[in-house]
Nanobody, 127 residues
Framework: QVQLVESGGGLVQAGGSLRLSCAASGGTFSRYTMGWFRQAPGKEREFVAA????????YSADSVKGRFTISRDNAKDTVYLQMSSLKPEDTAVYYC????????????????????WGQGTQVTVSS
């Protein structure tokens, strides 16, 4: 079972940038689909971005398209979320998630698609 550890969160002013990292251990990282989700206080956890291992395909939520980019480095067993043009509404705890290869009818934008989660990292954007 893979373990995930996020880092890189913090406090940033609106318009600024942050890069989140999620380091994986204990699994074959190159064959995991990786996702980023976020949860703001009082709100449900929502999809941000995902990268599939099989077709090298990325998904992004409409709210972050053009501002956030997901990428991965299989040599480092790490997935990244580069965030730019940050807005106060991006304030949330950001979670990394992983799913090993295998059939499912779910898609990577669905939080139930994933079977492993990190502990989260706080991102706060001040206005």
């Amino acid at each position: 079972q893979v373990q995930l550890v996020e880092s890189g969160g913090g406090l940033v002013q609106a318009g600024g940038s942050l890069r989140l990292s999620c380091a994986a251990s204990g699994g074959t990282f190159s064959r995991y689909t990786m996702g980023w989700f976020r949860q703001a206080p009082g709100k449900e956890r929502e999809f941000v971005a995902a990268h599939t291992w099989s077709r090298d395909f990325t998904y992004s939520a409409d709210s972050v398209k053009g501002r956030f980019t997901i990428s991965r480095d299989n040599a480092k067993d790490t997935v990244y979320l580069q965030m730019s043009s940050l807005k106060p509404e991006d304030t949330a705890v950001y979670y990394c998630a992983a799913r090993a290869f295998g059939y499912t009818r779910l898609i990577p934008t669905d939080l139930n698609y994933y079977d492993t989660w990190g502990q989260g990292t706080q991102v706060t954007v001040s206005s």
